[in-house]
């Protein structure tokens, strides 16, 4: 059975309530939200240790208006419910490190392998806070370097 996901608009339709009206009431009153215990950073970075699993990805990330964030995830769980460990407002090395080092240290060795892009940043990131992993490069990267070097023969050889 396929899940898809229900928004305040959707309701709005069946049900003749106001959306936004709804969405805000939800927020505000129902989910807890301002009760959130990360609501005070989420600004800048969220973090879900209890995501952790031994294989990771890590990999920064464009939301809009050129905001990079790092977001790094448990690829066990593939994309869906638990995937999220950590989402950080930028990509500098020594804030991301900073935000992971409140991970606890047991769970931080329980990483076997992460993987992530050619960046010296992430590279440092990985080393420094997932000492045991191996880091292992993205498959998207290594096809570009190879499809770059072939090019450049093909050129040559022209």
Request: proline fraction near 3%.
């Amino acid at each position: 059975m396929e899940k898809y996901p229900i928004t305040a608009r959707s309701l709005e339709r069946f049900f003749h309530v106001k959306g936004d009206e709804f969405e805000r009431q939800y927020k505000e009153h129902l989910s807890d939200y301002r009760s959130w215990d990360q609501l005070s950073h989420a600004k800048d970075w969220v973090l879900f240790p209890e995501n952790i699993g031994p294989f990771l990805s890590i990999d920064e990330t464009s939301v809009s208006n050129g905001e990079l964030y790092t977001v790094l995830t448990n690829k066990e769980r593939h994309g869906g419910k638990g995937s999220i460990v950590a989402i950080i407002s930028g990509t500098k090395s020594e804030d991301v490190i900073a935000v992971l080092e409140k991970i606890p240290e047991k769970e931080l060795y329980k990483v076997e392998e992460v993987t992530l892009d050619l960046s010296d940043s992430m590279r440092k990131i990985v080393r420094h806070c997932f000492p045991k992993a191996k880091r292992v490069i993205d498959r998207f990267h290594v096809q570009k370097l190879a499809f770059e070097a072939a090019q450049e023969i093909r050129i040559q050889h022209r």
